[in-house]
Nanobody
Framework: QVQLVESGGGLVQPGGSLRLSCVASGRIVSILHMGWYRQALGKERELVAVISSGSSPTYADSAKGRFTISRDNGVNTLDLQMNDLKPEDTAVYYC?????????????WGQGTQVTVSS
């Protein structure tokens, strides 16, 4: 009932930048929060950044000062601007949304987009 479409991943050299985008669609009454997670090979999935209306964005310690999350509530889009990328940022990045539907709440995930930082 809810679909998330991600884009913006790719290969970049250390110190470079990428911008990830996520678009949510479906019979959504409202969005409680949207966030970005990542999972490196052989590691657990971890929170990168999350944002919700009326609250300041929350970032992982490794992302503070380098990444910026932003949301366009009108069209249900979420962006993650990533600057000064490091090899340890290499992972599959996933968009996540918690939404209010007509019958309750639910969590949905995007398909993931690969980010590779290498020289």
């Amino acid at each position: 009932q809810v679909q998330l479409v991600e884009s913006g991943g790719g290969l970049v050299q250390p110190g470079g930048s990428l911008r990830l985008s996520c678009v949510a669609s479906g019979r959504i009454v409202s969005i409680l929060h949207m966030g970005w997670y990542r999972q490196a090979l052989g590691k657990e999935r971890e929170l990168v950044a999350v944002i919700s209306s009326g609250s300041s964005p929350t970032y992982a310690d490794s992302a503070k000062g380098r990444f910026t999350i932003s949301r366009d509530n009108g069209v249900n889009t979420l962006d993650l601007q990533m600057n000064d990328l490091k090899p340890e940022d290499t992972a599959v990045y996933y968009c996540n949304v918690r939404v209010v539907l007509v019958y309750g709440t639910g969590d949905y995930w995007g398909q993931g987009t690969q980010v590779t930082v290498s020289s």
